[in-house]
């Protein structure tokens, strides 16, 4: 696709050390002028493939049916975090969407209540670090098993995410990095999404721009087949992660 930069020339911009403060708890609408800005840019690069509606019928039958098999999990998960850690159950969070779009992100609360106001200013090592001391201990087990990003098939489901794609990001973030990486904007041609090349390659550490390289050659390759792999690769990961949980705890006791 040839409105999209090489994954070399992607990798060579120069990464985003720190992003401005931001409490990322829905409030008042912040920067509207954002959909404006780069929704033109996004349509203009985005070209339309009929794989795309295949794509969106596959993420209205797997989160759909997700939704109904898991409901009974994702009840018992949010009484307790009321009985735990008390209200409010869910975290909500505005993201960048497809076309700029600024969309609520769902997920189940898993830190301190107003720990993202504490932890907004930070990105990276540091941000992970800071996390752990609001981490609540049901919120802890969540994490472990990846089932606090359960709400988020409701989003795929209303259209606001796809299960594939790139992870949608907080405005304020998503514009600094594109005055940082001018072609970071090119991630809006697609839904952001569950899971992702980024994710299941990189690391929280691996600067923005390694990680928008990775995110683009989806974009770019999105097919069915790319789909479904990277759902299984990201199952896999989710199943395996307590054996590699338990090998981590013995290195370090070793």
Not at 77 to 86: E, N, P, Q, V
Not at 204 to 229: F, N
Request: overall charge positive; aromatic content about 6%.
């Amino acid at each position: 696709m040839s409105a999209f930069r090489t994954v070399q020339e992607v990798a060579a911009a120069r990464p985003l050390e720190r992003a401005p403060a931001e409490a990322d708890a829905i409030g008042p609408a912040t920067r509207d002028s954002l959909a404006e800005r780069y929704k033109e840019m996004a349509h203009e690069g985005h070209e339309h493939r009929g794989v795309d509606t295949a794509l969106r019928a596959l993420d209205l039958g797997i989160a759909g049916t997700a939704l109904i098999v898991l409901s009974p999990v994702l009840g018992t998960i949010a009484l307790s975090i009321r009985l735990t850690s008390g209200s409010p159950v869910l975290y909500r969070g505005r993201r960048v969407g497809r076309a700029g779009r600024i969309f609520t992100m769902l997920k189940f609360r898993t830190l301190t209540p107003d720990a993202e106001a504490r932890l907004g200013p930070y990105l990276g090592h540091e941000l992970t670090q800071r996390t752990q001391t609001e981490v609540t201990r049901l919120g802890r087990l969540l994490r472990f098993a990846h089932l606090d990003e359960l709400p988020q098939l409701w989003n795929v489901v209303r259209g606001d995410m796809s299960i594939v794609g790139p992870r949608p990001i907080r405005p304020a973030f998503f514009e600094e990095l594109c005055g940082q990486i001018p072609q970071y904007w090119q991630r809006l041609v697609v839904e952001p999404g569950l899971t992702g090349f980024a994710q299941l390659r990189m690391t929280r550490e691996t600067s923005w721009a390694e990680k928008l390289a990775h995110d683009l050659e989806y974009v770019a390759d999105r097919s069915v087949h790319l789909y479904l792999r990277v759902c299984a690769a990201t199952a896999w990961r989710i199943l395996t992660s307590p054996v590699r949980g338990i090998g981590r705890l013995l290195a370090r006791t070793a």
